[in-house]
């Protein structure tokens, strides 16, 4: 009871500079909300900015077993190069980890680039996260993407 809201699956692509060059670690995610286009008025010096949003919901409560690790930022740069791709995080402080709505099969490589993937896919930066696995009820992530 209760699953039927994380329907979702979403592809996560972790940036991480290796010392031979820059690279984008993929993990599918099962068990997830995604909500699209939810606006987000702005105003600054009197302009109001109306821009879309992508709202994504990852569950914690539930074990999926098809799910790698999740690690915070900080546990996942720490990894060596060697375990970067046996789990995953959510970053929004360099502004290069991606999420793509849906399960892609797709690497990010030197023939196949991050801008590529934003044209063929629902590809969204990530630009917030609020972790709140630590809650007694619905453990729980959850990511604005732009």
């Not at 791709?85 to 023939?111: F, H, I, K, S």
């Not at 801008?115 to 629902?122: A, F, I, M, N, P």
Request: net charge negative.
């Amino acid at each position: 009871m209760g699953m039927g809201f994380f329907t979702d699956v979403m592809t996560v692509y972790n940036y991480r500079r290796e010392p031979d060059g820059e690279h984008w670690y993929r993990t599918v995610v099962h068990g997830v909300q995604w909500r699209h286009g939810k606006r987000r008025v702005t105003a600054a010096d009197g302009v109001f900015t109306d821009e879309p949003e992508e709202s994504i919901t990852v569950n914690f409560q539930w074990i999926y077993e098809a799910n790698k690790p999740f690690l915070t930022p900080q546990e996942y740069s720490a990894l060596p190069e060697e375990q970067a791709g046996d789990y995953w995080t959510l970053d929004p402080r360099n502004g290069m980890d991606v999420v793509v709505c849906g399960e892609v099969a797709q690497e990010v490589n030197a023939d196949y680039g991050v801008s590529q993937l934003r044209k063929d896919y629902l590809a969204f930066d990530v630009t917030a996260v609020a972790d709140n696995r630590n809650r007694p009820r619905l453990k729980h992530i959850k990511v604005v993407a732009k």
